[in-house]
């Protein structure tokens, strides 16, 4: 099967700026296309990697990819799905997390021989003149179609969209213009918040050089009701294991709710779609098995084979500890009750860990409580449905104390 048909039937491709165009460059030809990444963090999180997932895919096929490091967009700060504006960011800041994200993306990405290359678009931002880039690019651009982008919308709602954020789809549009002129990239990709932006670039470049290049957005990594995938009450889930456990990132796909599981196996793994098919025939409780699958998998993708079946050996240590015998102490729990204010320290009381909320407070400054096996040590932690998976949340003392709690 050619490359665009696999995208296709693995579910990333959103919308296009001409689909028939695109899948004939991408199934029967070799181009140079790019995808952009704003620094924002010292490390890349699971959304970057659905786009890494895409950009592997592209380049096993016999395209080049271009990796445009934001070090001067990020200065500014894009507004997309943003309701407040971004702190501005110092170019030490900025550069020492490109670096981070360069030596991650180097795990999937072949950038040996010219086979993919990465740039800096502080490399040329930080050089424009104002007045020149106002004639030159600004000129292009109709301020009533920018103010009707999605991009914007949530901010001027709130009526906080400031000047530089302005700018943002200007630098972004320039950079493809720049790209295309320099390395005849005809093809910028990236997540679908980003469709006003891309088509923006692809009407400067047929403005400014007479060309047509091409726009692409694949699908967000959300849950069935819309919410984004890749967040946990630590805060995001990132490829770096110190910042992210390879333990944790490995149960985060493991605990993943079921309606999930079959479209993060499309999207996150190479698996081939007749064992994702048969893996998708399972229910009840062997839907685990291929949760179970999925988590090692992409594991095994971000750390190695190595880290992901120790990973899965521990997971599988830990759920026969849990589960040796059937009279483990459990409480039914209403979700009144905890609508009502049910923290880390009602629950440590609940379950017998703790006499006291004072004795609950030294437990969790010992580092030795776990909910669903993350670490919780924030005595103001709040219980609520959703740190349930599938109505049941696992309150666990030290290794070898477990209750369970249901939700009724």
Avoid at 31 to 58: E, R
Avoid at 97 to 106: D, L, P, T, Y
Wanted: glycine fraction near 6%.
């Amino acid at each position: 099967m050619k490359v665009f048909d696999i995208l296709e039937e693995r579910g990333f491709v959103a919308q296009a700026t001409n689909l028939e165009k695109i899948k004939d460059l991408l199934n029967n030809q070799s181009i140079t296309f790019y995808t952009g990444y704003d620094p924002t963090a010292d490390s890349l999180h699971v959304g970057h990697f659905l786009q890494l997932i895409v950009m592997k895919y592209l380049q096993d096929a016999g395209h080049r990819p271009i990796v445009l490091l934001g070090g001067g967009t990020t200065m500014v700060g894009d507004p997309t799905g943003k309701t407040d504006m971004r702190r501005i960011m110092t170019r030490e800041e900025i550069a020492h997390n490109a670096n981070c994200f360069k030596e991650q993306m180097e795990k999937f990405i072949d950038f040996s021989d010219d086979k993919a290359i990465m740039v800096d678009n502080f490399d040329w931002l930080s050089k424009l003149e104002y007045i020149p880039f106002l004639r030159d690019i600004g000129v292009h651009f109709s301020v009533n179609r920018m103010l009707g982008a999605e991009a914007f919308k949530s901010r001027l709602e709130k009526g906080g969209l400031s000047f530089i954020e302005f700018n943002y789809m200007l630098m972004q549009s320039y950079d493809y213009l720049l790209l295309n002129q320099k390395h005849n990239c005809v093809l910028q990709m990236g997540g679908d918040d980003q469709w006003s932006n891309i088509i923006s670039g692809v009407d400067l470049i047929r403005r400014k050089e007479n060309k047509e290049v091409y726009g692409l957005t694949f699908n967000l990594l959300t849950t069935n009701d819309g919410k984004k995938m890749g967040k946990t009450e630590k805060g995001a889930v990132w490829l770096n294991e110190e910042k992210t456990s390879v333990y944790d990132f490995f149960q985060y796909w493991r605990n993943i709710d079921d309606a999930e599981v079959v479209k993060c196996l499309k999207l996150l793994t190479f698996l081939p779609m007749d064992e994702i098919k048969e893996l998708a025939k399972l229910e009840g409780k062997e839907i685990n098995k291929a949760k179970e699958k999925l988590a090692y998998e992409i594991t095994a993708i971000v750390h190695g084979n190595k880290k992901a079946s120790q990973a899965l050996e521990a997971a599988k240590a830990l759920f026969e500890s849990e589960t040796l015998a059937d009279n483990m102490p459990s409480k039914e729990i209403s979700l009144l009750e905890l609508k009502e204010g049910f923290d880390i320290l009602d629950a440590l009381i609940s379950a017998e860990f703790a006499s006291s909320k004072s004795e609950g407070r030294r437990l969790l400054k010992e580092r030795c409580i776990y909910i669903n096996n993350d670490l919780v040590e924030d005595f103001r932690f709040i219980i609520n449905e959703q740190v349930f998976t599938n109505n049941e949340m696992m309150l666990k003392r030290g290794k070898k104390k477990y209750f369970k709690f249901i939700l009724k």
